[in-house]
């Protein structure tokens, strides 16, 4: 029996508000006029990630055809591309990601633009693990860590990433493994969750942040999806004058949905492992670019970097941080906060 066609639902209004009805944005290759008006605004279209510093990337790398390479946080696969083509064909790119739900799509997209298992091995596997990976496909010559949450994530909504819309409180990468921030609020202490917010964001309104959430925690109305966090940060920044408010509030929810957000992923233990196995991952002169989008994360790549460097297993690291241009943060706001730094293999 033929399949009946069902029409899409209408939105309201003049234009899609939410996410699931911006199905022109759900398909790029289809609406690519419909996508450029949207970057051209400053936005990231719906379900898509825009790659930040490709050109400096690709700067520092330095990719000539032949080489062997590791993408280690696939993501929406924009990175990948860009170094895929730089090998022109001859060599190969491993590439990473623990996300179950983004990397089948990344997959099936970049093989239907020619990257397919001869050129291209995808794993789900956490960048903690990188010597496993060298274990199989032997040392690499350049390495990319983009350290930043994928816009796919941030976006849709029953991720529990964003504060914008209600939604169960997630924040895990990978679904399928580990706790839910509802769930590692549920065990933590008042003390520990001001500590985890101190120490993963700085926030500065813990202290007021924590008393409120664990008031309602007592009195049997915990936080369990998005807008309870949003909310309860409200009423811990209520006493602040009206002018100043709201734009605290944003920049509070932001930061304390990244600290459980590192909390919950174990990001700065990842981020660890990662950067004390690398070295032994790479050939020598072989390249490592990392990007990082907050200062705690910048610090342990920055350490690291500096002592393996006077140690003698980098002959060369980034001086100085290296940061997106005017022109891509007009276009991406969400590469504001970017930092590249790079070292070389000795």
């Known amino acids: 029996m033929e399949a009946q066609h069902k029409r899409r639902v209408r939105y309201k209004g003049t234009h899609p508000r939410n996410f699931h009805e911006k199905y022109k944005e759900a398909n790029p290759e289809k609406y690519a ?10 936005s990231t279209p719906a379900g898509m990630h825009i790659s930040i510093m490709v050109s400096e990337i690709l700067d520092v790398l330095n990719i000539v055809p032949g080489e062997k390479g590791l993408d280690a946080t696939l993501g929406y696969g924009g990175h990948t591309k860009a170094m895929l083509e730089k090998l022109e064909g001859n060599g190969h790119m491993y590439a990473l990601d623990v996300d179950p739900i983004e990397i089948v799509k990344t997959r099936e ?8 298992e001869k050129i291209l091995t995808i794993k789900r596997i956490n960048f ?9 496909a032997g040392k690499f010559d350049f390495v990319l860590a983009d350290l930043g949450v994928s816009s796919m994530q941030i976006d849709t909504p029953e991720r529990g990433f964003s504060y914008k819309v209600e939604a169960p409180l997630d924040l895990r990468l990978d679904p399928e493994h580990g706790v839910s921030a509802a769930d590692r609020l549920a065990e933590l202490t008042e003390d520990d ?16 942040i924590a008393k409120v959430v664990f008031q309602r925690k007592r009195k049997a109305n915990p936080v369990r999806t998005t807008v309870d966090l949003k909310n309860a940060i409200e009423d811990a920044l209520i006493k602040l004058p009206e002018k100043e408010r709201k734009e605290a509030v944003k920049k509070s929810c932001a930061r304390v949905f990244q600290a459980l957000r590192i909390d919950v992923n174990s990001e700065f233990e990842v981020l660890y492992s990662f950067l004390e196995k690398l070295p032994d991952i790479l050939n020598p002169g072989g390249r490592v ?10 610090r342990l790549v920055k350490k690291s970097f500096k002592a393996l460097k006077n140690e003698g297993i980098y002959s060369e690291i980034a001086e100085d941080v290296i940061r997106p241009s005017q022109e891509e943060c007009n276009r991406n706001p969400r590469a504001k906060s970017t930092k590249l730094r790079y070292a070389i293999r000795a």
Do not use: C, W
Request: glycine share 6%; charged share 35%.
């Open 289 to 298: 670019a990392i990007l990082t989008f907050h200062s705690g994360e910048d």
């Open 128 to 136: 903690a693990n990188i010597d496993e990976v060298a274990k199989e």
């Open 193 to 208: 969750f001001i500590s985890l917010m101190m120490e993963n964001s700085d926030e500065p309104y813990a202290v007021e």
């Open 109 to 116: 997209r970049l093989a239907k633009q020619g990257f397919d």
């Open 33 to 42: 006029d419909t996508i450029e008006k949207v970057i051209r605004k400053g």
